[in-house]
């Protein structure tokens, strides 16, 4: 069979392909959760920072805080500006929901 998996299905695709690897022909893993490094430091460094300010956006230090989380999460890596500065970017204003249907275009 051949598995995509997405975020904790990438984590349960690569379980399958470990396991079972005769039965595997590919697998394809989009963000797998907890299976190249522990989940914890994500959340600590990533969720938790980028969830407290959208919940509480008036706190301050945002931009300090996600500059953080985007250092961290690039460190050791080659230098890529324009996708750290995406990131980043992506860190200060995403939303917790994608707008998929134009705005009033909903039924």
């Known amino acids: 069979?051949?598995?995509?998996?997405?975020?904790?299905g990438g984590f349960g695709a690569a379980y399958c392909?470990?396991?079972?690897?005769?039965?595997?022909h590919r697998l394809v893993l989009i963000g797998p959760?907890?299976?190249?490094?522990?989940?914890?430091?994500?959340?600590?460094?990533?969720?938790l920072p980028r969830a407290a300010y959208l919940f509480l956006p008036w706190l301050p230090?945002?931009?300090?805080?996600?500059?953080?989380s985007v250092d961290w999460a690039c460190?050791?890596?080659?230098?890529?500006?324009?996708?750290?500065e995406l990131f980043y970017r992506a860190m200060l204003s995403g939303r917790t929901q994608a707008?998929?249907?134009?705005?009033?275009?909903h039924p």
Request: overall charge positive; charged content about 10%; proline content about 9%.
């Open 61 to 68: 230090g945002i931009e300090w805080t996600m500059r953080r």
């Open 33 to 47: 959760a907890a299976t190249f490094h522990p989940i914890v430091p994500f959340y600590t460094h990533i969720f």
């Open 1 to 8: 069979m051949s598995l995509v998996g997405n975020s904790m």
């Open 17 to 24: 392909a470990m396991h079972l690897p005769g039965r595997v």
């Open 99 to 105: 707008q998929v249907v134009p705005k009033g275009l």
């Open 75 to 84: 460190a050791g890596l080659a230098s890529n500006g324009p996708w750290e």
